[in-house]
């Protein structure tokens, strides 16, 4: 357990919320109500192990951060603990609350076991994946999936490994479970088309007899969007863009809007995810800078490039 003062505010508390859920006591020696609070946060930090991090600050050691906290959520007496998550303060709650109490707090904030090691596995494939060793990658995937099912990011990662490494029917068999839900992941719904286009491409027609028919008639879109998908299963993704813009260009609303579903779908697969986020430089005594850096995914200029060309087809 850790104190917090000026000195490590922003390494132990803002910083660490950014990895983990970090609950901040404060209290005084004082405050009877605070030593009946205090061991059973110290209980519960054991038996969560290490789904939260428990620090303490004494208010008469470190009055104005915790005025500047009482003031943000309008309180005024201790003990007072505020759970910060991502770098920012989210709740709070005052008074010695049972244990009971507290636990339904930490529940709506905090990771179950299964929701944490599943994390621990996808972060493992994260890192195997980065070495170069899909083998280890794919089987912490599966394992943070069997987990956690509803882990979309590890699903989503573990289609695109799945696919890169040519194995479409275990793709296919990973997204089932998942293809038929109302509220589908925007990224999953983008791994399914592209599932949909690597299993379509053995029984497409040749290139050149689809190039011909196109040429022979611009609107036959049937031939535009079959090209369209060699491309796509070939991982050629601005050609694919490419022949569903002519589609669009002729006909939005093609077959349900199928040129533009895949066409979003293809930008979606390659976008890069957002880095973690990080914080900013400590700030003066007697000031409280609890608000991490906004985090935006890298910009790339040809998905750029192609999301105009998209805007200026559709509108």
Known sequence: MQNITHKNLEADLVHASLAQ???LDIWAPWCGPCKTLGPILEK????????????????DEEPEIAQQLSQMFGVRSIPFCVLFKGGQPVDGFVGALPEPEVR??????VQSAEEQASDEDHQAAEEALAEGDTDAALDRLQAALATNPANDTARYDYLRALLKAGRVGEARAAFDPVAASPVLDQRLVAAGRWIAALEAAPKARPRDTLEAAIAANKRDFDARFELAQLHFAKGEMTQA????????MRDKAWKDELARKTYVAILQLMTKAAPPAKGDAAPAKGTLEVTGKAVQAPSDPVVDAYRRKLSMTLF
Do not use: C, Q, S, T
Request: zero cysteines.
């Open 21 to 23: 859920p970090v609950l």
């Open 44 to 59: 519960l930090e054991v038996a969560y192990a290490g789904r939260f991090k428990l620090v303490k600050l004494n208010a």
């Open 241 to 248: 863009m490419d022949e569903l813009l002519e589609i669009l």
């Open 104 to 109: 339904k707090f930490l529940d709506k904030h």
